[in-house]
C-alpha cells in the first residue's frame, strides 16, 4: 500500500498526482491521510470548544479534495483515507508500519508542513522502514531519468533496489550515480596520487556494484555518472534533468548518512525534483 500525508497546500496536491501515479504504475492500493493536531489548542489563552470540530471537518475536506485528485488522475486505483489524530511526524512513523512507500510534500500549511526538511523529517527519517518520498509543489514535464546516488557501502543496496525497480516501472533510464573526492592528507606533497588510478577503481566500483542489477533488469537503460565532485553538488546537477533522485539513509561514504547529515538535507533542499529516501537498517 502507498500512504499519502496531505494538508491541503500546493505541495500536498503533488504529492496526491505523485502517490496516484506510483500506486497506478505498482498496481497498488492508495490510502490518503490527514493527522488533526489538537495539542497546540489544548492550551490555548482563550479556549473555544468549537476549535476541534472545525479541524475536523477541515481535514475531511482536504481528505475529499485528495480523493477527487486521485480518482481525476488514476480512476483505476482503489483508494481509501484516514484522519489520524495526533503530530503528523507520529502519524507518518504509525502509517509506515503498513506502507510499501509514504508520500509526503516538501512544503505546507500545517500537519505535513516542511516534510522532511524539519522536526517531522528527523524523525520520519529515523523512524521509517519503507522509502520515503519528498515531492516538490511546482510542476515539472516528465524528463524520463531517475537518479540514484551509490558509494561503497552495502548500505545503499536497498536504494540501488527501489531505484532499478522506479526505472522499470517508468519505462525511465537510470542515472547511477557515484561522487568521489579525494581524502584531504591526498594533497600532501609527499603522498603521491595516481589520478588515472583513482578515477580507473571509482568506474570499477560502480560497475561491480550494478552487475547483477543489471542482469536482474535487463530492460533498464543505465548511465553510469562517475565523477569528482561533492555529493548533493553532483545529485543537484543530475536532478535537473530527472524525474526522481533515490539516496539511502545510511553508508560510510561520501554517500554516507544520507538522511540525517549534511549530505541529505543538501539534497532535499537543494534537488530540483522528487528525492526519494530508502532506508537500509532497522527502524
Not at 537503460?221 to 565532485?229: C, F, I, K
Amino acid at each position: 500500500m502507498i500512504i499519502v500525508g496531505v494538508d491541503g497546500s500546493v505541495a500536498s496536491r503533488a504529492a496526491v498526482e505523485w502517490a496516484a501515479n506510483d500506486a497506478f504504475r505498482a498496481h497498488q492500493p492508495l490510502r490518503i491521510v490527514h493527522a488533526v493536531d489538537h495539542s497546540p489548542y489544548q492550551i490555548a489563552r482563550f479556549p473555544n470548544d468549537d476549535w476541534p470540530d472545525a479541524l475536523v471537518r477541515t481535514g475531511h475536506r482536504f481528505l475529499a479534495e485528495a480523493v477527487a485528485l486521485a480518482h481525476e488522475r488514476q480512476p483505476e486505483v482503489e483508494v481509501t483515507t484516514e484522519l489520524a489524530e495526533g503530530p503528523a511526524a507520529v502519524v507518518l512513523r504509525e502509517q509506515s508500519k503498513e506502507a510499501t512507500e509514504i508520500v509526503v510534500g516538501s512544503r505546507g500549511l500545517g500537519g505535513f508542513a516542511g516534510a522532511l526538511l524539519g522536526s517531522v523529517s528527523t524523525h520520519v527519517a529515523g523512524h521509517t522502514q519503507c522509502p520515503v518520498v519528498v515531492v516538490r509543489g511546482e510542476r515539472r514535464e516528465t524528463l524520463g531519468e531517475v537518479t540514484v546516488g551509490v558509494d561503497d557501502s552495502p548500505e545503499c543496496e536497498p536504494a540501488l533496489a527501489y531505484a532499478f525497480e522506479q526505472a522499470r516501472l517508468r519505462g525511465s533510464t537510470l542515472r547511477v550515480v557515484h561522487a568521489w573526492q579525494l581524502p584531504v592528507h591526498a594533497f600532501a606533497p609527499d603522498i603521491p596520487y595516481d589520478m588515472d588510478e583513482v578515477r580507473t577503481a571509482q568506474h570499477q566500483l560502480v560497475t561491480d556494484r550494478l552487475a547483477a542489477y543489471r542482469r536482474e533488469y535487463p530492460q533498464v537503460t543505465v548511465v553510469e555518472d562517475v565523477r569528482s565532485a561533492h555529493p548533493v553538488n553532483a545529485l543537484a546537477d543530475a536532478s535537473d534533468r530527472s524525474d526522481l533522485v533515490v539516496v539511502g539513509s545510511h553508508g560510510r561514504g561520501v554517500m554516507g548518512s544520507v538522511l540525517l547529515g549534511s549530505v541529505s538535507r543538501g539534497i532535499l533542499h537543494h534537488a530540483r525534483c522528487a528525492v526519494a529516501v530508502v532506508r537500509s537498517g532497522p527502524a
